[in-house]
């Protein structure tokens, strides 16, 4: 081979690599891994569920969800993945969560575990957060803006 030839495929080839090499390399795995195990551990608990025929018995498993959806906040935040439709979620299981504590203090007012109120108080958080886990899922497996190949 001439070495001119050499010379043009080296340079070909270095240039080749650094065109390669000026991608965005920062961004995390597409598909968030620890936001998946969050997500996992949501799914598994909630599947797992409670005696809804005595929902005061329902309260602890709730407020372990609820430690569950908090970390999944932070690593929405973390990954930016923040959207309305996380938001509309949110404040659904908010709503929620304000409206079962609410009917639990009337139960126990009324010295009735079973109090309907309360009851249908439990079934909608526990729907809230079944919106909120379809909701993180939904932003965990977006692909990321451009794909994450932008040049920098």
């Known amino acids: 081979m ?13 240039l080749a690599a650094l065109v390669t090499g000026c991608r965005n390399d920062t961004v995390p795995a597409w598909g968030y891994p620890e936001l998946r ?5 949501l799914s598994d608990s909630l599947d797992e569920g409670c ?3 005595t929902p005061a018995s329902c309260v602890n498993h709730l407020d372990r969800l609820g430690a569950l959806a908090e970390r999944a906040f932070t690593q929405v935040l973390d990954h930016k993945l923040l959207d309305a439709g996380y938001v509309a979620a949110r404040n659904e299981l908010d709503a929620a969560r304000a409206r079962r504590a609410t009917t639990a203090e009337q139960a126990v007012s009324r010295h009735d575990p079973h109090h309907p109120p309360f009851r249908r108080a439990v079934r909608a958080e526990r729907l809230a957060y079944e919106h909120l886990l379809a909701e993180l899922e939904r932003l965990r497996t ?4 451009g794909d994450g190949t932008d040049p920098v």
């Open 51 to 53: 005696d809804e025929t």
């Open 2 to 14: 001439r070495p001119g030839a050499i010379r043009a495929a080296a340079a070909c080839a270095a």
């Open 142 to 145: 977006a692909p990321p803006p």
């Open 37 to 41: 195990t969050t997500l996992r551990s």
